[in-house]
């Protein structure tokens, strides 16, 4: 039996915009404006990955495969991360789910 599973959670939360007018003034700060940015670039992602795979080797040459395959996705604009409520709510994302099974048999004529 092998097990990978791959959790991921990110999150960014973006402010105070800024752009270069006066790229070699100084002081450094005054090298910049306050500039205004429609829309929101804050983002909260997580994703989970799985993969399950049990092997039985019955004799050899012969073998069976069952797969199990998950994956769980969303992306929200939060911008917020939150251990706790971020790593929980991954089970709670609607799951695509791929089931795979292989049967080898070896003929010794």
Known sequence: MQIYAEPFVSAGAYGEFKELVRPRATPFASQFDT???A????FNDKSFRSTNVLRREFKPGSA??????????????????RFRQDVGG???????NVFLV????????
């Not at 199990?68 to 992306?75: A, K, L, N, P, T």
């Open 64 to 81: 069976l495969y069952v797969v199990w395959q998950q994956g769980r996705e969303d992306v929200s604009g939060v911008g917020r991360f």
């Open 90 to 96: 991954l089970f709670g994302i609607p799951a695509s």
């Open 39 to 42: 829309g929101s670039p804050d």
């Open 35 to 37: 500039a205004t940015y």
């Open 102 to 109: 292989k049967f080898s048999y070896w003929l010794n004529l």
